[in-house]
């Protein structure tokens, strides 16, 4: 069983529709979780970052981590065809260097 | 302020030839990694460095080596590559500053098939 799972998609919604993306984790000990974005032949970027359970926004998107559940969410509002991208949970436990990275999940934005 | 510099940008070898991928920042950064990127597997640490001379294997360390002597560059050497190693390398790096590694920058990634 791999440390994170994503489901890698391909997820197509139509512009201005709200998104939703998941990831679980095995590893209790996970306490800084990440999403990163990442285009077409191009290096990842770092999207959101937080390292409690709750809620973090930022403009239209917001991450939703849920630590009792082992559940991590990021979610895009109004979603735009600029969207479209790759998005990779990351986790990290403290004192380590070791990201684990999801496997990603390809969303596509339609016009 | 170029950030993250990888080269080559493809490189196509042959089963058992040698080659390095260069990677260089310029941002003072102390923490360097490479990753591979394959289809279903995601991005897989192969060795990182958390300062000069300092370097540890991450997930896939093998066929791969590192070094780490000064802090802008970290070469990833393939020692003698095999069709298994057919993948896209990112190299990253952030301030490694506080308990964590910090955000990550990467470069935009080499592309390497072996035939």
């Known amino acids: 069983q791999k440390e994170v799972e994503q489901d890698p998609g391909p997820l197509s919604v139509p512009e201005g529709a709200i998104v939703s993306l998941n990831c679980t984790y095995s590893?209790?000990?996970?306490?800084?979780f990440m999403w990163y974005r990442q285009y077409s032949r191009k290096g990842p970027e770092l999207l959101m970052y937080?390292?409690?359970?709750g809620n973090k926004e930022d403009g239209r998107f917001t991450a939703q981590v849920d630590k009792s559940s082992k559940y991590i969410s990021l979610f895009i509002r109004d979603s735009q065809p600029s969207d479209s991208a790759t998005y990779l949970c990351?986790?990290?436990?403290?004192?380590?260097?070791?990201?684990?990275f999801g496997t990603g999940t390809r969303l596509k934005v339609l016009a | 302020n170029a950030g993250v510099t990888q080269t080559p940008k493809f490189q196509v070898l042959k089963t058992g030839q040698s080659m390095t991928l260069q990677c260089a920042q310029d941002?003072?950064?102390?923490?360097m990694s490479w990753y591979r990127q394959d289809p279903g597997m995601g991005l897989r640490l192969i060795h990182y460095?958390?300062?000069?001379?300092?370097?540890d294997q991450g997930e896939v360390p093998n066929g791969y080596n590192v070094s780490r002597s000064t802090t802008e560059d970290f070469p990833l050497r393939l020692l003698s590559a095999a069709p298994s190693q057919t993948s896209v390398y990112f190299c990253?790096?952030?301030?490694?500053?506080?308990?964590?590694?910090?955000?990550?920058?990467f470069g935009e990634g080499s592309r390497l098939t072996v035939l």
């Open positions: 590893n209790s000990a996970f306490q800084y």
């Open positions: 937080t390292y409690s359970s």
């Open positions: 460095s958390v300062g000069a001379g300092i370097t």
């Open positions: 941002m003072n950064h102390e923490y």
């Open positions: 990253a790096s952030s301030h490694g500053q506080g308990p964590i590694a910090g955000e990550l920058f």
């Open positions: 990351a986790m990290i436990t403290s004192g380590t260097y070791k990201y684990i």
